[in-house]
């Protein structure tokens, strides 16, 4: 099969709906994600990068995501007290036709979301349809230093495949290592299962604190 670009559409769940991203979710986006506790370990530069404003995140999205080379996705909840509201962002990138790989990243989500359905079913969501558009490896990456990321990267299934040092700078000037893992279309049957499984155990909507 021959790996295609797929259409952006949004991609729903029982507990989460991915939409395609626009700049017109950049307020809803900044109050979900721009936090300390998101950005400490690098995401997207780190904490010095953070923006310092809703117009200020919105300015910088069109370079921040990877709306040239992929699909970014803004992610909401489904049902329950919150239904509708954007808790974070997701995408898949770096979309090679030729070579039939994609990047699934760029993925941050409000921390009172962290540990609940929000992020296994919008990676099977992704997943999804990075394989059914024809795509037979798709790479996850975080800072080596994150090590809550790669414990949900290794929960996923991904096989670690190394660390690529020194392999960008942060916005405060020190060095991101990068530890990049990869899932394989022939896994993804197996792994797509497991997440189902989680998932199953989560009955009720995603409530917030607060």
């Known amino acids: 099969m021959n790996a295609v670009v797929p259409q952006p559409r949004p991609l729903i769940g029982r507990h989460v709906r991915l939409d395609p991203l626009t700049v017109d979710d950049a307020p809803d986006l900044f109050d979900a994600i721009v936090r300390p506790k998101v950005f400490e370990f690098g995401y997207a530069g780190g904490v010095?990068?953070?923006?310092?404003?809703?117009?200020?995140?919105?300015?910088?999205?069109?370079?921040?995501?990877?709306?040239?080379?992929?699909?970014?996705?803004?992610?909401?909840?489904?049902?329950?007290?919150?239904?509708?509201?954007?808790?974070?962002?997701?995408?898949?990138?770096?979309?090679?036709?030729?070579?039939?790989?994609?990047?699934?990243?760029?993925?941050?989500?409000?921390?009172?979301?962290?540990?609940?359905?929000?992020?296994?079913?919008?990676?099977?969501?992704?997943?999804?349809?990075?394989?059914?558009?024809g795509f037979e490896r798709v790479k996850i990456q975080t800072d080596a230093v994150n090590a809550r990321s790669r414990a949900a990267i290794a929960k996923l299934g991904a096989t670690f495949e190394g660390v690529l040092r020194r392999h960008r700078l942060r916005a405060d000037g020190t060095w991101r290592d990068t530890a990049v893992y990869s899932i394989l279309a022939d896994e993804w049957p197996e792994i797509r299962a497991e997440l189902e499984r989680r998932l199953a155990r989560f009955a009720e909507p995603v409530t917030l604190e607060g």
């Open 48 to 133: 010095s990068a953070m923006a310092k404003s809703p117009s200020e995140f919105a300015e910088r999205m069109p370079t921040a995501y990877p709306f040239a080379s992929g699909i970014p996705f803004a992610v909401r909840l489904v049902g329950g007290r919150d239904d509708g509201l954007v808790v974070g962002t997701t995408s898949l990138g770096d979309l090679d036709v030729a070579n039939r790989g994609a990047h699934l990243g760029w993925t941050a989500y409000r921390p009172d979301t962290w540990g609940t359905a929000v992020n296994p079913e919008s990676k099977l969501l992704l997943l999804g349809f990075a394989f059914e558009a």
